[in-house]
């Protein structure tokens, strides 16, 4: 009987081709396997292969949305077998393989620096969030709060969550810098939807900030814009603060 409680999958580009955390096919394929695998448990995307780790029956959908990206984009995949976990230490080695994939490679030294990795999502510091850490530490049979120092843990390698503390001096470019991270665009992008203009005008009157003139001007937008987004808060502002406390969250 096959006990499998999750599958590992990996799909490697044909060629050698690097471009995948591009920020428009890394952004596009974010979004469309995050709608085909809801109940994912990790996900990351390196330069030229990705990890999927995901509950059995999702590896259709997943080679689905790469034909969809080769149409898209024309990059192809060869999609390895599935490499089964049979039981939750099994699931949680491999999360964290896949994790810890960009340090491996010498692209981060830490893997909170990678964008396009869930470890962001377990640790709150995106939006909006696709691998809530209570659903991972059910699948791993783990107290929640042990959940992310031990998917983060290696013999040679323990980084610090992300860090808390009072916000000093912060700048527009930091606060543009953080609201990119946590909805995963482009820093030159992150201002021109409405919510990433929401969240810097919350985000700078949450530290301090509160010179509406200049705020205005540098969002291109009225005063009364301006007011009107200070409230409600946005579910994403604690992320984006988050972000503006760790710099790590905002390479």
């Known amino acids: 009987m096959d006990m499998r409680i999750a599958e590992h999958w990996v799909a490697t580009t044909r060629g050698g081709e690097r471009g995948l955390t591009e920020p428009e096919p890394a952004a596009w394929l974010w979004h469309v396997v995050s709608r085909a695998v809801p109940t994912a448990l990790a996900f990351l995307i390196s330069p030229d292969h990705l990890h999927l780790m995901a509950p059995p ?7 689905r949305r790469l034909s969809c990206f080769t149409r898209k984009f024309g990059t192809r995949f060869d999609l390895l077998p599935a490499e089964p976990a049979n039981s939750p230490r099994i699931a949680l ?9 960009p340090v491996r490679a010498g692209l981060v030294e830490d893997p909170w620096c ?3 990795s869930t470890l962001r999502d377990l640790g709150g510091a995106c939006f909006p969030i696709w691998t809530p850490v209570s659903h991972v530490s059910a699948a791993l049979d783990m107290a929640p709060a042990r959940t992310l120092s031990t998917l983060t843990s290696l013999a040679d390698h323990r ?3 992300p860090r808390q503390g009072a916000l000093v001096a912060v700048t527009f470019e930091a606060i543009r810098g953080a609201v990119a991270a946590v909805l995963r665009q482009p ?4 201002l021109s939807t409405r919510t990433g203009r929401t969240l810097a005008v919350q985000a700078c009157h949450a530290v301090g900030g509160t010179q509406n003139a200049r705020l ?3 969002l291109g937008c009225s005063l009364r814009t301006i007011d009107r987004a200070r409230q409600p808060p946005h579910p994403a502002l604690d992320a984006v603060l988050r972000c503006l406390m760790d710099d790590r969250l905002r390479r």
């Not at 080695?93 to 994939?101: K, S, T």
């Not at 820093?187 to 992150?190: E, L, M, N, P, V």
């Open 57 to 63: 029956g999702f590896g259709e959908p997943f080679r």
């Open 93 to 101: 080695r491999q999360i964290r393989y896949a994790l810890f994939n």
């Open 114 to 116: 990678w964008r396009w």
């Open 159 to 161: 980084p610090e969550p």
């Open 187 to 190: 820093d030159h992008q992150a």
């Open 216 to 218: 205005a001007a540098s």
